[in-house]
């Protein structure tokens, strides 16, 4: 019935260190991701301000968890004082109420106006 009973073919088992695996880090590069769980303070370039908490976190980016389902600017600012993170970030992706930030280099952000 549409195909709900058909036999998937299984995915070709990758070993860590092989060639294909690093292949497949070239093209789809992303840095480890670090569990935490700290507040973090978003202002959005229109001035509104809201909390949440950074699930998890890398050198590049970040995934944060708000309490209810947010629409954020397509930059902001963050401060993350247990993390020691203070910049601004661009949003890369959003699913209810996670998001994901890419953190923007400090030479970079001249262009953006924050109040």
């Known amino acids: 019935m549409f195909g709900l009973f058909k036999k998937r073919q299984e995915l070709p088992k990758i070993d860590p260190g092989s060639a294909s695996e690093q292949s497949l880090r070239a093209v789809l590069p992303r840095a ?23 699930v998890d976190h890398s050198d590049t980016g970040m995934r944060v968890r708000f309490q209810s389902i947010e629409t954020l600017t397509p930059t902001v600012k963050v401060v993350v004082p247990g993390l020691k993170i203070r910049g601004n970030a661009e949003l890369v ?11 923007i280099p400090e030479g970079n952000e001249s262009s953006f106006d924050f109040p």
Not at 38 to 54: A, D, F, M, P
């Open 32 to 54: 480890e991701r670090q569990n935490s769980y700290k507040e973090i303070h978003v202002t959005t370039n229109t001035g509104y301000k809201l909390r949440g908490i950074v």
């Open 93 to 103: 992706w959003q699913d209810a109420t996670d998001i994901g930030l890419r953190l």
